[in-house]
């Protein structure tokens, strides 16, 4: 089974992002997103590493509360600052 986690693009260098998603932040790798535009406070999805599809902020929003369920971690927000997200 692949997992891939829904991430909100904080800072963008070329093509690496600095992403976060509840309170944690990993560089990701934009590579294999080369024909789409990404900005900063996008969300994506990524997978070991790599942003592999842009995604809404209330589709973001969707999979983390089904995360959220499964895991007993609804009380953290998606993003520092986003509790609306």
Known sequence: MCLAIPMKITAIDGFNAHCEAKGVERDVSLFMMQNDTVEIGDFVMVHVGY?????????????WELFDEALGTADIPLTSGDEHV
């Open 51 to 63: 942003a592999i599809e842009k995604m809404t902020p209330q589709d973001a929003r969707s999979a």
